[in-house]
């Protein structure tokens, strides 16, 4: 009996130290804060010069704005929608991350980014990024003549899993009309076309209609 109280006894001390031991490793862990100064969207014309609005990242009390990444550049020469991606770990190594897209206009060219519309049926998608490429020899391309309706509003998350971007080159024609010269690959097999569509340059206003009937209207 008494070996037994013994062995109890020490069992009983093994025990309390193993949760001691657990409880000692306890710290405090300040996940990273990181804040964008400015717009999420910023505008700008072709030739401008972006300036990055800046950002702010802190760590409990204590500023690590000088540790943040930032990732991605703006090509201020041609039109076009580009990502800024900023990034930032704490000291455990958990990062946050955040993005700010800077779009480039150009008002004096078809070639440009613009926020796109579209009406197809019964749905009706607005502010899409779409941007149109001077190609040279007078033929530009549309990044998606469908205007973000597969992309943007019925499959939204699958790419670049799924290409739902349907690329259109088309001509700018004496009257400002556009003429369909070309067509890019995507995931289905049917690929409608442009029907009819034109530019107006003091607007900066382009719209087309589909063959399939879809109504897009692009502005600057």
């Not at 964008?36 to 204590?62: C, H, K, Q, R, S």
């Not at 897209?101 to 197809?120: R, T």
């Not at 369909?180 to 719209?207: C, H, M, R």
């Amino acid at each position: 009996m008494f070996g037994l109280a013994i062995c109890m006894a020490t069992l009983g001390l093994t025990s309390c130290n193993d949760d001691k031991d657990q409880l000692t490793d306890s710290r405090v862990t300040h996940f990273a804060n990181l804040e964008l100064l400015g717009d999420d969207i910023v505008e700008i014309n072709v030739g401008e010069t972006f300036t990055d609005p800046g950002y702010v990242a802190t760590e409990g009390e204590e500023d690590i704005t000088s540790r943040v990444i930032v990732s991605g550049n703006v090509d201020t020469s041609k039109g076009g929608f580009y990502t800024l991606t900023y990034s930032v770990a704490n000291k455990d190594n958990f990062a946050v991350e955040t993005s700010r897209l800077v779009m480039v206009k150009n008002p004096n060219s078809l070639a440009s980014a613009y926020y796109g519309d579209i009406v197809f049926g019964a749905r009706h998608y607005s502010d899409v990024p779409i941007t149109i490429t001077d190609l040279g020899n007078g033929v530009y391309e549309i990044d998606d003549i469908m205007c973000g309706l597969y992309f943007y509003g019925m499959y939204p998350g699958y790419e670049p899993t799924y290409d739902f971007h349907l690329e259109g080159k088309v001509t700018l024609n004496a009257d400002n009309t556009l003429t369909q010269v070309g067509v890019g690959d995507w995931y289905f097999s049917s690929k409608p076309s442009i029907a009819s569509g034109s530019y107006n340059p003091e607007t900066g206003v382009v719209s087309w209609v589909t063959s399939n009937n879809a109504i897009v209207t692009l502005t600057k």
